[in-house]
């Protein structure tokens, strides 16, 4: 069965670190995957944060989220290395794995709870 699990979320203070994972299951983070992660703060729509390409050599970042969050991704797990956090970094991430030969093996996991106190 095919699935995404994040993990790594929690409660930090303002100006704290930290690391999001994201672990793939039936398939693996090859070239053949875009990988993306995505928040929903409270009362807001989902939003793209950070996204790299199958090959990793490209990233591209949300204007909130730049200079402050890192993506990357192995084999088996994608990251989002998240630093300076701030109370508008409040959110569930999730993580998103689409396919560049199979568009319809588009992967999304059950989202992991940040919760930044000031």
């Known amino acids: 069965q095919v699935h995404l699990v994040e993990s790594g979320g929690g409660l930090v203070r303002s100006g704290g670190s930290l690391t999001l994972s994201c672990a793939a299951s039936?398939?693996?983070?090859?070239?053949?995957?875009?990988v993306s992660w995505y928040r929903q703060r409270p009362e807001h729509e989902r939003e793209l944060c950070a996204a790299?390409?199958?090959?990793?050599?490209t990233t591209n970042y949300a204007d909130s989220v730049t200079g402050r969050f890192t993506i990357s991704k192995d084999k088996n797990k994608a990251y989002l290395q998240m630093n300076s956090l701030n109370t508008e970094d409040t959110a569930m991430y999730y993580c998103?794995?689409?396919?560049?030969?199979?568009?319809?093996?588009?992967?999304w996991g059950q989202g992991t709870q940040v919760t930044v106190s000031s």
């Open positions: 790299i390409t199958g090959a990793g050599g």
């Open positions: 998103n794995a689409i396919s560049y030969s199979h568009i319809e093996d588009d992967y």
């Open positions: 039936g398939f693996t983070f090859s070239s053949d995957y875009a």
